[in-house]
């Protein structure tokens, strides 16, 4: 072999492994969108994101990539955050931090399959069609936060046994507030108990509002389930605290900060089964064929600590009944 064909041999045979790289196929990109800021989703709920994708095969920088958008609680942020990942070419979008992330990610796309954490039925909502056949280009998971609000207020009575007046917070412009109120309202009845709405819609108002509570002094607070409050727990968990009124949350976030009490669906079980949907959609599966799925975990998280601040003793039925008990 002459020498000029030995060295075109070779850088032939140099190129092949960038020729067999230049024909793998792509990395799938999710579009991970959320209303809050990455500091306030705790890392133990993206590791549950994470293994409920890596149940279905894939691991992330390994064979798929994940784009994460957050909001930093700026609601007028997510269309643009939405059309960003739109532009990059999502493969599929996970929206988890409420309604209106979803409601950016569909009006940004009616063809990239969305899977979606919300806290209340998406059929009235208008995102599926129905639970069963979501129909169109989105399905999740609804983790039942809102329609809970009379095994709250029954978990926090055996708690504060002598309570009567309940001061309801709810934030007016948030998509849960009429739903919150209409469930609230007819348990809190049945249960005899008196309750009076105090609206907060900005971190200013929330204090407004504790300074009307330690005018009125309610006997508890219950705390609506909203991306607002959750954005603002470590405020609402010192004001209680401070204040000395007992507080009822729909979500543990809440009393990992502080918060006396909180019930609600397991987020991180929530964001598993997102990231289950969403890896059988990157093997192919449509998102109008996979039925809504409802939160079957529940979690009672008491804050000891804090109740020993507010002088109060946990029964012992309920330090059994709680999934767990911050010391």
Same mark, same amino acid.
């Given at each position: 072999?002459?020498?000029? *064909?030995?060295? =075109?041999?070779?850088?032939?045979?140099?190129?092949?492994?960038?020729?067999?790289?230049?024909? %793998?196929?792509?990395?799938?990109?999710?579009?991970?969108?959320?209303?809050? @800021?990455?500091?306030?989703?705790? *890392?133990?709920?993206?590791?549950?994101?994470? %293994?409920?994708?890596?149940?279905?095969?894939?691991?992330?920088?390994?064979?798929?990539?994940?784009?994460?958008?957050?909001?930093?609680?700026?609601?007028?942020?997510?269309?643009?955050?939405?059309?960003?990942?739109?532009?990059?070419?999502?493969?599929?979008?996970?929206?988890?931090?409420?309604?209106?992330?979803?409601?950016?990610?569909?009006?940004? =796309?009616?063809?990239?399959?969305?899977?979606? !954490?919300?806290?209340?039925?998406?059929?009235?909502?208008?995102?599926?069609?129905?639970?069963?056949?979501?129909?169109?280009?989105?399905?999740?998971?609804?983790?039942?936060?809102?329609?809970?609000?009379?095994?709250?207020?029954?978990?926090?009575?055996?708690?504060?046994?002598?309570?009567?007046?309940?001061?309801?917070?709810?934030?007016?412009?948030?998509?849960?507030?009429?739903?919150?109120?209409?469930?609230?309202?007819?348990?809190?009845?049945?249960?005899?108990?008196?309750? %009076?709405?105090?609206?907060?819609?900005? @971190?200013?108002?929330?204090?407004?509002?504790?300074?009307?509570? !330690?005018?009125?002094?309610?006997?508890?607070?219950?705390?609506?389930?909203?991306?607002?409050?959750?954005?603002?727990?470590?405020?609402?968990?010192?004001?209680?605290?401070?204040?000395? &009124?007992?507080?009822? +949350?729909?979500?543990?976030?809440?009393?990992?900060?502080?918060?006396?009490?909180?019930?609600?669906?397991?987020?991180?079980?929530?964001?598993?089964?997102?990231?289950? +949907?969403?890896?059988?959609?990157?093997?192919?599966?449509?998102?109008?064929?996979?039925?809504?799925? %409802?939160?079957?975990?529940?979690?009672? !998280?008491?804050?000891?600590?804090?109740?020993?601040?507010?002088?109060?003793? !946990?029964?012992?039925?309920?330090?059994?009944?709680?999934? *767990?008990? &911050?010391?």
């Amino acid at each position: 072999m002459r020498r000029r *064909e030995f060295i =075109t041999l070779l850088g032939g045979a140099a190129a092949w492994p960038l020729v067999a790289r230049a024909q %793998q196929p792509a990395m799938p990109v999710i579009g991970f969108l959320d209303i809050r @800021s990455p500091n306030t989703m705790i *890392e133990e709920r993206l590791r549950a994101f994470r %293994q409920g994708l890596k149940d279905t095969g894939y691991v992330e920088r390994e064979n798929v990539a994940i784009e994460y958008r957050w909001a930093e609680n700026q609601v007028d942020r997510l269309p643009e955050l939405a059309a960003e990942l739109v532009r990059r070419q999502v493969a599929a979008f996970v929206t988890t931090g409420g309604p209106a992330g979803l409601l950016a990610a569909k009006a940004a =796309t009616t063809t990239i399959p969305i899977v979606f !954490v919300v806290a209340e039925d998406p059929v009235r909502l208008g995102f599926v069609a129905s639970l069963a056949r979501p129909g169109g280009n989105a399905t999740g998971i609804n983790i039942f936060t809102i329609e809970l609000a009379a095994k709250r207020l029954e978990l926090l009575r055996e708690l504060v046994p002598g309570a009567v007046r309940v001061a309801v917070l709810i934030n007016p412009t948030g998509p849960t507030a009429e739903t919150t109120l209409r469930d609230v309202e007819p348990a809190a009845r049945a249960m005899g108990l008196q309750i %009076q709405v105090h609206n907060a819609s900005t @971190s200013r108002e929330i204090n407004a509002a504790f300074a009307t509570f !330690v005018r009125e002094r309610p006997d508890v607070i219950f705390v609506g389930s909203d991306g607002l409050f959750t954005s603002r727990r470590v405020q609402l968990a010192h004001l209680t605290t401070r204040h000395a &009124i007992p507080a009822t +949350y729909g979500s543990r976030e809440f009393a990992e900060v502080g918060g006396l009490m909180s019930y609600g669906a397991s987020v991180g079980d929530a964001l598993r089964q997102v990231s289950v +949907y969403t890896g059988r959609i990157l093997k192919g599966a449509k998102p109008s064929d996979l039925p809504v799925v %409802q939160s079957t975990k529940f979690e009672l !998280v008491i804050n000891a600590s804090t109740a020993r601040m507010l002088r109060l003793t !946990v029964p012992p039925t309920l330090l059994v009944a709680a999934d *767990e008990v &911050i010391e």
